[in-house]
C-alpha cells in the first residue's frame, strides 16, 4: 500500500475551494472515489483522516471543502457563523456541493461513474442534499447528520442512502427520523436508518464530550456505524475484499 495525499484546489464560479486528496499509488487504474463532506468547523484532520482510511479501501478519498479557501472555525460560535450561510440557503450549498462533484468527475485518479459521499453532522446535512439533487451518485452516507430538508424541487435520488443516526442525538429527535424515512420512501430510492440507542450527537468523533448538550463519543456506535458505511460502499461499488 501506498498512500498519496495532496491539497485539490477546484472552483465553484469565483469561489476557490481548497480539497484534500487520498489515493493508493498501488492501485494504477481509475478508483471508486468517495467524497468526504466535513461538520460545521471545516475541511479538518477529522475529514482529511476519513479520506484516507478510503484511500486505505482502495477508493480515492476526496475531503471537500464547502466553505471555500480551506476556512475553519476555532470556536463553535466561528463555525456557526460559516456554517449558517449555507444552512439558510440551500441553493446556494447545492451549488458548492455540485462543484465538488464535478472536480471529483474530473480527476484522472477517478472512476467518474463511481461516485460516493459520505458526511458527518453538517456534512451529513449535505450529503443528503446532493443525494436529493439527483446527483450520480452510488451511495449516500449520512454520520449524526441533519435531517431537515432543503425545500428545493424533489428529484429523483439516485443513491443509495444510509443515514446512521445517534437515537439520543436531541439535533435530530424521533419526528425528524419518520419524516427523512417518509422523504426518502416517496422518492422511491433504496435507503436505510440505523438509529444507534444510547448514543448521541457527534458519535463518531473520537474526542467528542458535552453530553449535556447531547454531543457525545460513542466507539460501539462508531465501530457499527463504520462497518455498516464499508458494506455499503463495497456492495455498490463491486469491490468486495479489496483493502
Known sequence: MNITTKPFEYNDGKQKCIGYLAWDETY??????????????????????????MAAQGYVGFAIDVYG???????????????????????????????????AQGLEQVDADNIAMMGFCFGGLCTLDLARSGADLKAAISFHGLFGGNGLPAKKIKASVLALHGWDD?????????????EL?????????????????????????DPKNGVQYNAVAEKRAWAAALDLLAEKFDLHGVG
Open 185 to 209: 420512501t416517496k422518492a422511491k430510492c433504496d435507503w436505510q436508518i440505523h438509529a444507534y440507542g444510547g448514543t448521541k450527537h457527534a458519535f463518531m468523533v473520537e474526542g467528542a464530550n
Open 69 to 103: 479557501d480551506g476556512q475553519q472555525g476555532d470556536n463553535p460560535e466561528d463555525n456557526q457563523a460559516l456554517m449558517m450561510p449555507f444552512v439558510n440557503d440551500r441553493k446556494m450549498l447545492l451549488k458548492r456541493l455540485k462543484a465538488a462533484l464535478k472536480a
Open 170 to 182: 436531541p439535533m435530530v429527535p424521533p419526528t425528524a427520523v419518520t419524516e427523512l424515512g417518509e
Open 28 to 53: 494504477a487504474d481509475p478508483k471508486p472515489c468517495v467524497m468526504v463532506a466535513h461538520a460545521w468547523g471545516g475541511r479538518d484532520g477529522f475529514a482529511e483522516s476519513k479520506a484516507v482510511q
